[in-house]
């Protein structure tokens, strides 16, 4: 079966993900918003039924397989937005942008490390759809201490 | 009378806040641009008459209260540049985006608390339309040494 | 001559620019993508033949000189992708935005005087079309220890 048609849900399926309820909003915004072609996602941290995976930063109380893990859990909670605005994931053309912001001591450098586990479950779900641009930045500190925050813009089948 | 009715400029005045002349850009660079549909802002600092509203660092010299005061005073030094680009905030169909980055000490973890002053007052000029996706990171240290820097993306009407 | 019948290609050789082959991304996701009229880079770094021009950060090992040189390589870097992407830097019609990461001591607030030198670049490169909007904020560390990080955000010609 060609996977071009296998479609983003049935991926996740494969994957073993169940997208759960998207987690609230941490203030006065939304989590999605559609302008134009391009749907905008509110920075997303690692939570899972209402706790972080792992809270601290990297190069310190984080591990960088820890914060894999959270970089997917990240993604996940993305999509479980995605699919609450839009109905479902196979309204997403494709991926565009994805922003990661990684909590890191001064001295850690592995920021890509970290978000390749972002990049390629994106890359496994949406196949070649899921391909994207990104930054990669290591910041001081983030909500809730959370390790790492990461945002998407998709863009949305007409 | 019907909220919808009353255009951002009133809600501003119901507010006693007078858009101030927009600051100049702080280098090389333009604060507003349309690229389609979408209007871009540069990064606000929560300047007033030329100085900081307060400088320093969150979770050090500078406290969330003092902070909030200064998101308030960013955004509306975004609305002044937005009013001087399009001629007056009505021509806004919506907020798409906020980009929140507040400068904090190591341990500062209430960036959405400091940010809610910044999205509530767009949504009690905006009303509806002031709905934005938002991120909200916590960042080294910022131009000038200030508490905060935010950046739109609005949404022009045609 | 009229310099908007110069073409940023020309502009480039009178600068004495020759743009080098693109870097290679640092993880699961591509340099360039376009989404309607918008074309997205990732995060550029300021590689020359595979090496930091300087590592290290703004207010420790890096001057603001040597950091303006790796912003203006940067942007090279930049655009090399872009030209590899569009096939010729004629197909752009404008800069939109261009976000500045730059890797900060807790007490260097010059991010600007950083940044001018990238923004300088771009406008004598495109003339009035590299006017941009733009943000600078100093972040804790960065992928290879890099003094910076930029991404650009370009309007393509139809």
Sequence with gaps: MDITMVSPEERLRKL???LPQPPSALGAYVPCLQAGALLFLSGQL???EGRLTCPGKL???VSVGDAQEAARQAVINALSNVKAFLGGL???ARCV???GYVASAPDFTDQPQVLNA???LLREIFGDEGRHTRIAVGVAVLPLNSPLEIDLILEVRE
């Design 16 to 18: 073993g993900i169940t």
């Design 46 to 48: 690692p939570l899972k």
């Design 59 to 61: 190069g310190e109380a």
């Design 90 to 92: 196979d309204k997403v």
């Design 97 to 99: 942008r994805l922003n």
């Design 118 to 120: 972002a990049s390629e």
